[in-house]
């Protein structure tokens, strides 16, 4: 008789899993909530992202601490992010002196807010995009905000295993081109499991034909687990380019080189003692400016990967809707969804294609089949 071990179940098959899942996902979203509260005028982005971090931490450090339940990790599985206006994301100040990152919020900005909580491994991000002091969202702004989301619909409804990851490519396009806006040219989306937030499988949105064909076509499955980023720009080509704010999210890539500067050693020892395997921000750096300096040697020899802080043409707006979603049997699960008021939203533009809106008025949850009656 065999004694040996089964091996864990580490995919959502496994109900401790998705519980997993679904507990970061409502921190996630609790916490996006409450940065959403302080997005007003005279705020600015440090104090946001600041704030997210630490109610982040504090939520996710009181769960999971009994013997029974305890985890390998918990805490930030994504960074609090704010961009403002035409900033794409990954906008998240070292410091209250960033004075080309730390920007302060304005009356009518339209601002973009990510972040994420991970346990165990498992994480589920959620973002969404609010106009500062505004009860009502109109003009462009109104524009950009409910093609995002009702693209971010859609695409969920998508995911399936009859689908491609470029229908939903298309269906995010079709939507963005109903708004007159465009989705913001080539951003990704990634498959995800456990200690992996950027796997293999990708969705991509708005690719240029260089970018379509580095993209492999792929069926989904029972079983797949997406960070669903959507972002939808007001310009008619949908092309941000680098900015001049050096980012501040790093993460490791798995992959070694022998570093010859000491201040890389130190920065990535620094990233190493807050994650292995999510972005770290050099907020959470003893001294940030100087570690900061020993990332450039890493980031050239692909020891790890820095999030660019990219930005459409000054004066164009860029939404986002960041959801986690997974793929089973029953149907699409959402992990981790922003709780948005779409009813605020008054666009003066509204999807006509039937196909689209039968799409989505489609049930998350396949419905069972009926039983056939057996023969008296």
């Keep these: 008789m065999s004694t040996e071990a089964a091996a864990p179940d580490y995919t959502i098959n496994n109900p401790a ?57 918990k805490g930030i599985g994504f960074p609090t992010c704010v961009s403002p206006n035409n900033i794409a994301e990954y906008l998240s100040p070292a410091s209250a002196d960033d004075k080309a990152a730390n920007l302060t919020l304005k009356e009518g900005d339209v601002v973009s807010i990510q972040l994420g909580a991970q346990i165990d491994g498992y994480v589920a991000s959620a973002g969404e995009t609010v106009v500062v002091g505004a009860e009502k969202i109109t003009g462009r ?53 456990r200690n992996v937030a950027l796997g293999e499988k990708e969705i991509i949105i708005n690719p240029s034909e260089t970018q379509k064909n580095q993209v492999a076509s792929l069926n989904f499955k029972n079983g797949d687990v997406f960070g669903l980023d959507i972002l939808i720009s007001s310009s008619k080509d949908g092309k941000a380019k680098p900015t001049d704010i050096k980012t501040t999210l790093y993460k490791l890539t798995g992959n070694n080189y022998s570093l010859k500067l000491k201040s890389s050693h130190a920065a990535l020892a620094e990233v190493k003692s807050h994650s292995a395997n999510f972005p770290v921000t050099t907020r959470e750096f003893k001294e940030p400016t100087k570690g900061r300096m020993g990332l450039q040697e890493c980031v050239n020899h692909n020891v790890m990967t820095a999030y660019d802080v990219v930005s459409e043409k000054e ?62």
């Design 315 to 376: 004066g164009e707006i860029i939404a986002q809707f960041f959801s986690t979603v997974a793929l089973t049997s029953t149907g699409v699960l959402k992990l981790a969804y922003p709780e948005f008021d779409i009813s605020k939203v008054e666009s003066s533009h509204k999807i006509e294609d039937q196909a689209i809106l039968d799409l989505l008025k489609q049930p998350l949850k396949a419905k069972k089949a009926k039983k056939a009656k057996s023969a008296n």
């Design 141 to 193: 702004a109104a524009d950009v905000i409910a093609a995002a989301y009702y693209a971010t619909e859609a695409a969920i409804r998508t995911i399936k295993e009859e689908k491609k990851n470029f229908d939903v490519t298309k269906v995010v396009g079709e939507i963005a081109k109903a708004y007159e806006t465009t989705p913001l040219e080539g951003m990704l989306s990634y498959s995800q499991q």
């Design 17 to 73: 899993v998705v519980t997993k899942y679904k507990t970061a996902g409502e921190i996630s979203v609790k916490v996006l909530q409450e940065v959403k509260k302080l997005a007003v005028p005279g705020a600015t982005i440090y104090e946001l992202c600041k704030f997210g971090d630490e109610l982040l931490l504090e939520e996710t450090s009181k769960i999971y601490n009994s013997k029974k339940s305890k985890v390998e990790s």
